[in-house]
Every structure is written in C-alpha cells, then in structure tokens.
C-alpha cells in the first residue's frame, strides 16, 4: 500500500498570502497518478488537480500542481477567502487507492 | 448533468448488515469505474471500495476486505456496498464517485454522502 503523508496538518495564513502544500508518497506513484481536492464541511470533495499538475475544468489558475516520483506540491499563489478548507492529496495509480491525511488551510 | 445520489444510511448495530446504494445519471455509467469513499467524524478521507466499469474486477481496503463487498447493476445504473460485520469504526459519512475512465483514474464527480452510524 502506498501511504502518503501530507504536510503541514495545518497551515494558518491570510487571504493574499501564498500556500503550499506538500504530498510525500512512501513509494513512486505510477505515471504521476496523483490528484489534490478539497473539502469543506457539509460539502462533497472537490477535484481540483489530477496527473500531478493538469487544472480541473474550471479551476482558477491560482491552484497548481507539480511534483513527480514520491514528491508533490499543491500552491495556491494568492488565497482568496473562499480557499480556506481542508485538502487532500490521492494517488490512483495502485490499488488499494489512498488518500493523504489532509491539509487544513485556515484563516490566520 | 452528472448526478450520483447515495441512500441507506442510518443506523446499524455492531455484527449487523447495512446495503448503501448510488444512483448514478447523466453519464454512460458501465464505462466508469466507481469507488465509495468514507470519512469518519473528525477524520480524513478513506477510500473503501472500487468497480471497474465493467464489473470484472474489485478492489477493497484492508479494513473493510471480507466484510464489504461492491457491487454494480449497469442495467439501473446503481452502485452498490453491502456492509457485514459492522463495527463500531465503519460510523461514516459514505461518499459515492465516479472515476474519470474505467480503470485507475481519478475522482471527478462526487455524491453528497450518506451517514452510516454503527452504535449499540
């Protein structure tokens, strides 16, 4: 099983302010098979990134993805009020699918 | 519009039997492949469960594997999880996806969940 461990558990910073966001894989994951959501409470996730770094139809280009192997980055380049939530990376290029702890983005 | 709408939540006792089903529309469902995902309170996401589009093959978490099992109807376009053996930590909110291809490939549509709570 592929265990990915997110970092920070939690991230405090201001609407304006630049975010990142780490995804560490305990083995490479298949073909950059990594995508980022976002969640919210009462709300269904949200895909944001997949392939590593290809935007979801729609997504504000502040997001963005990189990273290959065992290392990847979500960036938010300038927050906006509505990004605060948490955010999880998974990889699918293996079974069983896994997810990572999660991220919680707040407001500072 | 993609839709998936999950039912049959509720309340389940330890050892018992709990079946959640996903209704899927707005897309060809046998060729997508489809997951449950659930989140415990105050936790992170777990996934539970896949299906490939086709039916043949199913994938399981270690935690559910042998007392869950998945299953599709193509011909309803339903998705299914019957869930035996409960235990006190399957209480969850019960998440329904769909996959962008039919195999291997990420989440792109969600349902809004349902709450299985497993308590004596």
């Known amino acids: 099983e592929i265990v990915l461990a997110q970092s920070p558990d939690t991230l405090s910073l201001s609407p304006g302010e630049r975010a990142t966001l780490s995804c560490r894989a305990s083995?490479?994951?298949?073909?950059?098979?990594l995508a980022w959501y976002q969640h919210k409470p009462g709300q269904s996730p949200r895909l944001l990134i997949y392939?590593?770094?290809t935007r979801a139809t729609g997504l504000p280009d502040r997001f963005s993805g990189s990273g290959s192997g065992t290392d990847f980055t979500l960036t938010i380049s300038r927050l906006e009020p509505e990004d605060f939530a948490v955010y999880y990376c998974?990889?699918?290029?293996?079974?069983?699918?896994?997810f990572g702890q999660g991220t919680n983005l707040e407001i500072k | 519009e993609v839709q998936l709408l999950e039912s049959g939540g509720g309340l389940g006792q330890p050892g018992g039997s709990l079946r959640l089903s996903c209704a899927a529309s707005?897309?060809?469902?046998?060729?997508?492949?489809m997951s449950w995902v659930r989140q415990a309170p105050g936790k992170g996401l777990e996934w539970v469960s896949g299906?490939?589009?086709?039916?043949?093959?199913?994938y399981y978490a270690d935690s559910v594997k042998g007392r869950f099992t998945i299953s599709r109807d193509n011909s309803k376009n339903t998705l299914n999880l019957q869930m035996k053996s409960l235990r006190v930590e399957d209480t969850a909110v019960y998440y329904c996806?769909?996959?962008?291809?039919?195999?291997?490939?990420?989440?792109?549509?969600w349902g809004l969940g349902t709450l299985v709570t497993v308590s004596s």
């Open positions: 996806a769909k996959e962008r291809f039919g195999e291997f490939s990420w989440f792109d549509t």
């Open positions: 707005g897309f060809t469902f046998n060729n997508f492949a």
């Open positions: 299906i490939f589009g086709s039916g043949g093959r199913t």
């Open positions: 083995q490479s994951v298949t073909s950059r098979h």
């Open positions: 392939g590593a770094s």
């Open positions: 998974q990889q699918y290029g293996a079974s069983p699918y896994t």
